[in-house]
């Protein structure tokens, strides 16, 4: 007998299921599902509990903070228009114990998606009037084709997201047909699902089998029935992950040689020597690492990750000179020039002329023409620009080590260009400060290895976060606040949000505020920074601002990431409601970086509060004055901006999880890099990256650097 695996079921077209016709298969067509493997991991959006399910006269007072779900016929929609132009849209339906009101308000046209006579399931919190009358405002809706069909589900009831030219009843008939397919015992195939973990794995970890998770994800009997089935397709589906990611990391390891280090250890630790301080415990551990990376027999492919000011860039510095002194040129690329102009100057703090030539290469650069011909000659040095250093026009012809500063800019894509273009394969460093939670890091950098710098260099107080609101006075607040961080002959950053598209909006936004500071504070010196400005301008400005001749400097965000100046000891943020959660976090570490007691202020937009502001901005700015961990901030990011932009979005391949969440579901990403480890039959693991191809082709394509 043979057996059904998912590998052999995405060859079976949904065309072939009873009941779906060929109008039937187009539609599906076109919303993606083509196989069967495609609808059974087409997982319901919701349930209908039918344990809520009531009368309409069962309804009563007690229900009206508990959603409720009533079954009933449409008797009548109407449309009805407000004064001020609100769209109420309004279905009276009735079950055989009464009748009640359902309305929408705003333009959803629910008067052109259903009918009279129509039967429907609605979902929702009711009100219940005095008079005993209840209505429901802006309910869940579903049509059913046929009362009789929801008898027949089971407890709990399937809602699928739309596919256009099909109804959420002849999805749930799809599906049924199919399992009864995989249960029957009167063909030619053994009856079930093949499952590719093995029996012992399955029963140590209580899992459901597969075919159970099937089913039961799609008609559970009850909750744990839902549990138990979301529990099994989450692990599958992680577990499919780590199997692709294991392939393209032996694979890549295979075919790709590595370049050969002739550095001594000596080399280094007298370099480490000379360094201005003592590295901490992580960044040494991490530049280990990336040393032992070097003298394998394949390229390294590593991430450096570390909370903003935790010194990222002097392990990276110490690597480049590792490489250099091996005879090979080495690449650091940031994602902004006043980022590589930063990189430029704190890494000439470092390491000086006599121990390697480091020449920055930007677009503004005067001896550009020399140094791409350095590059070009294959002369060992580090050279540090932007992603344009990647461009085809310019070609190292001796590239060994590639750093990627990519503040979460740079996506795979680049990396993967990277490489491609160099001839030999350098090894590769990404650098990352923005904090990525540890959940999505896994699918974001899954064929990477980590090195964490876990903690900050020793004497860093805490830097004082401040909330202040938008007022005049609350200005004065923030002027006796700056008064006396000038009084200490300290520093102080002031930045601009970015509001506009246009960048002229933006920097003219900042010279209002430049503007009011040079008012406010005749008596010291006031500069102001912006991206329109040329590198010889900024250049001056920076140079001034490290050498304590400037203030405050007033700037867009241009300073983002990156600036290093520990005599700096106060950052407004203005408009701070504006930003990303992760970006005020990154904006706070540009101060405490020396012994001096630092501060932070959050400024709300002029005239604005805390309550005037949009909920997202008041719930950043709530966490961000609360918490000072980059990683727990990230995490809450992730939770503000919600589900939908996590999922599906700018990392091309995250839309292949169907049903795990990394948001929710880090335990059991966990659990799954166990199970994968016990797995040692090399046939299942074979199997496991088939279906994983067929199950996560678009993570595979991402993912698929040579
Ligand atoms: P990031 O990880 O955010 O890129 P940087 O590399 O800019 O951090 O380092 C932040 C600051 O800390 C710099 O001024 C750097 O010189 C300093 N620094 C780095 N490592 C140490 C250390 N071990 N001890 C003291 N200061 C350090
Ligand atoms: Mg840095």
């Given at each position: 007998m043979v057996e059904r695996s998912f590998?052999?079921?995405?060859?079976?077209?949904?065309?072939?299921?009873?009941?779906?016709?060929?109008?039937?298969?187009?539609?599906?067509?076109?919303?993606?599902?083509?196989?069967?493997?495609?609808?059974?991991?087409?997982?319901?959006?919701?349930?209908?509990?039918?344990?809520?399910?009531?009368?309409?006269?069962?309804?009563?007072?007690?229900d009206e903070n508990n959603e409720v779900t009533i079954f009933g016929t449409i008797d009548k929609v109407s449309v009805f228009t407000t004064k001020t132009r609100l769209r109420i849209a309004t279905l009276s339906i009735s079950d055989e114990s009464g009748s009640l009101k359902a309305k929408w308000f705003g333009p959803q046209y629910i008067e052109s998606r259903f009918k009279e006579g129509e039967v429907v399931a609605v979902s929702g919190k009711p009100e219940v009037k005095k008079t005993g009358s209840v209505d429901f405002k802006n309910p869940a809706i579903e049509k059913f084709t046929d009362i009789e069909e929801l008898n027949e589900t089971g407890s709990f009831i399937p809602i699928y997201k739309k596919v256009e030219g099909m109804t959420s009843a002849s999805i749930r008939k799809g599906l049924k047909e199919i399992i009864a397919i995989l249960e029957s015992t009167k063909d030619d195939f053994t009856p079930g699902l093949f499952d590719v973990l093995p029996s012992e794995i399955i029963k140590e970890h209580s899992l459901e089998n597969r075919l159970q998770s099937v089913k039961k994800i799609h008609f559970p009997k009850n909750e744990v029935d839902y549990k138990n089935a979301r529990r099994r397709l989450v692990l599958d589906e992680f577990i499919y992950l780590r199997s692709i990611f294991e392939n393209l990391k032996s694979k890549y390891k295979n075919e790709n040689k590595g370049l050969v280090y002739t550095f001594s250890n000596s080399d280094i630790d007298e370099f480490i020597d000379q360094l201005p301080f003592q590295l901490t415990q992580s960044q040494l551990k991490a530049v280990n690492e990336i040393l032992e990376d070097f003298r394998k027999n394949y390229p390294m492919k590593r991430l450096l990750q570390g909370d903003v000011g935790s010194g990222k860039t002097v392990v990276a510095t110490i690597a480049s000179y590792a490489a250099i002194k091996s005879g090979y040129q080495v690449?650091?690329?940031?994602?902004?020039?006043?980022?590589?102009?930063?990189?430029?100057?704190?890494?000439?703090?470092?390491?000086?002329k006599d121990q390697c030539d480091i020449y920055l290469l930007t677009s503004s650069i005067k001896d550009r023409e020399n140094i791409l011909d350095n590059l070009n000659n294959g002369k060992p040095a580090l050279y540090i620009g932007t992603h344009a250093l990647i461009q085809e026009s310019i070609k190292f012809s001796n590239l060994g080590f590639a750093i990627i500063d990519e503040q979460q800019r740079f996506g795979v894509e680049q990396r993967k260009k990277l490489i491609n273009e160099t001839g030999d394969i350098p090894d590769q460093l990404v650098m990352t400060a923005t904090p990525i939670p540890r959940t999505t890091a896994l699918s974001i950098y899954g064929d990477l290895e980590i090195s964490s710098i876990n903690e900050l260099p020793p004497g860093r107080k805490d830097i004082t976060s401040h909330l202040i609101e938008g007022s005049k006075k609350d200005n004065e607040t923030i002027y006796d606040i700056c008064e006396f961080h000038?009084?200490?002959?300290?520093?102080?950053?002031?930045?601009?949000?970015?509001?506009?598209?246009?960048?002229?909006?933006?920097?003219?936004?900042?010279?209002?505020?430049?503007?009011?500071?040079?008012?406010?504070?005749?008596?010291?010196?006031?500069?102001?920074?912006?991206?329109?400005?040329?590198?010889?301008?900024?250049?001056?400005?920076?140079?001034?601002?490290?050498?304590?001749?400037?203030?405050?400097?007033?700037?867009?965000?241009?300073?983002?990431?990156?600036?290093?100046?520990?005599?700096?000891?106060?950052?407004?943020?203005?408009?701070?409601?504006?930003?990303?959660?992760?970006?005020l976090h990154q904006l706070r570490g540009r101060v405490g970086r020396s012994d001096k007691q630092s501060e932070c202020i959050f400024h709300v937009s002029k005239k604005k509060t805390l309550n005037t502001i949009s909920e997202d901005g008041k719930r950043r700015l709530e966490a961000i004055v609360n918490i000072k961990d980059g990683f727990k901030l990230s995490e809450i990011d992730l939770e503000i901006r919600g589900e939908g932009k996590v999922t599906g979005t700018s990392q091309s391949g995250q839309s292949d999880l169907k049903i795990a969440d990394l948001r929710f579901d880090y335990e059991l990403l966990l659990e799954s890099k166990n199970i994968f480890d016990k797995i040692e039959s090399e046939d299942i693991k074979k199997l496991l990256f088939e279906e994983a191809q067929i199950l996560f082709p678009n993570y595979f394509k991402a993912s698929g650097t040579t």
């Open positions: 590998k052999y079921l995405d060859e079976i077209e949904l065309s072939f299921v009873r009941g779906i016709g060929e109008k039937k298969f187009a539609s599906l067509k076109k919303s993606k599902l083509k196989t069967v493997v495609d609808l059974i991991r087409y997982f319901p959006r919701t349930h209908i509990d039918r344990s809520k399910v009531k009368l309409i006269s069962e309804i009563d007072k007690n690449a650091l690329m940031a994602p902004t020039e006043v980022l590589a102009e930063q990189h430029f100057a704190s890494i000439n703090q470092f390491m000086n000038l009084q200490k002959k300290s520093q102080i950053f002031v930045v601009c949000p970015f509001i506009e598209e246009s960048e002229l909006v933006d920097i003219q936004a900042a010279e209002n505020v430049f503007i009011e500071y040079k008012e406010k504070f005749k008596d010291y010196n006031v500069s102001i920074l912006h991206g329109k400005m040329s590198f010889d301008e900024k250049d001056q400005i920076m140079q001034d601002m490290k050498n304590g001749k400037v203030d405050i400097l007033v700037s867009t965000v241009v300073i983002e990431v990156g600036i290093d100046i520990p005599n700096a000891t106060l950052m407004i943020i203005e408009s701070a409601e504006r930003f990303g959660l992760n970006q």
